[in-house]
């Protein structure tokens, strides 16, 4: 082993360490959550007015990404530097909003301090603190173990393990507000309505799909008359009943594949080729829907019917990558 890649081997040993050390204080307060976390979420769940979230340091910076995921999954929230709180800006709170506390320590003056004002005030507070016997869990009204026995730092000082456990509580907790007011995905995309995101969460089938005098093919037909429409469209033609209703498809490839084996193929009736239950999707979908389940069946098209199993389009992998869905 050359001096170079022994350098390599340390990096990227000591990197799988500290991903270990972080992924093994996450399992830790996995086994530490108990009715405390379910409190603070019924709590926030109850809030009539916003989540107002506060830390200083690497914990300031954990709340505000929380605030954000709060704001983002249907709990209006905001962030609160304890400073600035402290200094002004604490018009902002109200009786009707909970107050989240992300704190190694537990015993920043400031934190302290904004804590107590809240209490006078009658806000609910939620401490997320690595030391649960800190004069910040024993003020909040409910307090979560985000207690860590070691950073990853090497040294011990740098905020990791405890930045990263601290942020996996938030996001647990924003996550079964999630879940426990119904949000949806239509919520989502109406907060989340720009870039390939939006996209993905506003786009149907509807949008993308080509329905125009898209070429059909009767199920009584010979594979003559498929070879035609195969060309025009992209090598998927949906095969129908006197109904209009898809029963199957033909694709480029059934046809290379028949061509393989029989000399008549252009006889051969179209029955005997398409797949009969072909998985078909409808102008409602999410495209992004729609594209992952081409993805997953290794289709490039999926015929597209309306209430009746009546053929109204194709949608097309290809279309659905230029849209940027894919």
């Known amino acids: 082993m050359t001096e170079l890649t022994k350098v390599a081997a340390g990096l990227i040993e000591e990197g799988r360490r500290v991903l270990r050390a972080e992924a093994g204080a996450i399992h830790a307060i996995v086994d530490r959550l108990d009715g405390r976390f379910a409190k603070a979420a019924t709590m926030l ?4 007015g916003r989540v107002i979230v506060t830390g200083v340091g690497k914990s300031g910076i954990i709340a505000r990404k929380l605030a954000s995921t709060f704001t983002s999954t249907g709990t209006p929230a905001t962030f609160l530097h304890p400073v600035d709180g402290l200094h002004g800006d604490l018009g902002i709170v109200t009786s009707e909003d909970v107050g989240v506390f992300v704190s190694r320590s537990g015993a920043s003056a400031e934190l302290a301090e904004l804590m107590e004002y809240m209490r006078r005030l009658g806000v609910p507070t939620i401490a997320l603190v690595g030391r649960m016997d800190s004069s910040l869990a024993t003020q909040a009204t409910v307090a979560l173990d985000c ?48 870039g390939a995101l939006g996209r993905r969460l506003t786009l149907r089938v509807a949008d993308l799909m080509v ?58 009736p179209v029955r005997e080729v398409m797949s009969k239950k072909p998985k078909v999707t409808t102008p409602e979908t999410l495209a992004g829907a729609a594209a992952h389940e081409m993805e997953v069946r290794g289709v490039m098209a999926l015929p597209v019917i309306g209430d009746g199993g009546e053929l109204a389009g194709v949608v097309h992998l290809h279309d659905l990558l230029r849209a940027g869905i894919a």
């Open 45 to 48: 769940r109850a809030a009539q």
């Open 147 to 194: 207690a860590v026995s070691e950073e990853a730092c090497p040294l011990d000082l740098a905020p990791t393990s405890s930045t990263t456990a601290a942020l996996a509580m938030g996001d647990a907790l924003a996550m079964v507000l999630l879940q426990a007011k119904g949000f949806r995905a239509e919520d989502f995309a109406r907060l989340h309505p720009g």
């Open 211 to 268: 329905s125009k005098d898209y070429p059909e093919v009767m199920d009584d037909a010979v594979m003559r008359e498929c070879i035609g429409p195969l060309a025009h469209m992209r090598g998927t033609v949906p095969i129908v009943d006197r109904g209009r209703r898809v029963v199957g498809v033909v694709t480029a490839g059934d046809l290379t594949r028949l061509m393989e084996r029989r000399d008549d193929f252009l006889d051969v």
